[in-house]
């Protein structure tokens, strides 16, 4: 069974950073691709983010480019996602994905069959 357990949310002012982990118990994070995904009260689960098996690629949604960066811990079995000059709209409950099929990385939620229970960011502005 694998499981997926996010940390490193928080409250911060806007233009600061955080770094979210979320680490993968019972199945290698290289299996396949991994993503980030969040969702704002009233609106739909968005892409964030995505990591290739390899970690060599990665794919990023347009609000975030430039500002948000994801990684593997191979050691710690994670993936990482560092956000750098975080912004009000950046508010959110971020989830963790992962894929046991998908080698690329990949936006659609139905490529990723595993998903941890989320961790709060919060932006102050």
């Known amino acids: 069974q694998v499981q997926l357990a996010e940390s490193g949310g928080g409250l911060v002012e806007a233009g600061n950073s955080l770094e979210l982990s979320c680490e993968a118990s019972g199945r290698p994070s290289s299996s396949g691709a991994m993503a980030w995904f969040r969702q704002s009260p009233g609106k739909e689960r968005e892409f964030v983010a995505s990591i290739s098996v390899s970690g060599g690629r990665t794919y990023y949604a347009d609000s975030v480019k430039g500002r948000f960066t994801i990684s593997r811990d191979r050691y710690k079995n994670a993936v990482l996602l560092e956000m750098n000059n975080l912004k009000s709209e950046d508010t959110a409950i971020y989830y963790c994905?992962?894929?046991?099929?998908?080698?690329?990385?990949?936006?659609?939620?139905?490529?990723?069959?595993?998903w941890g229970q989320g961790t709060q960011v919060t932006v102050a502005s």
């Open positions: 994905a992962a894929s046991s099929t998908t080698v690329g990385p990949s936006a659609s939620p139905s490529e990723y069959g595993n």
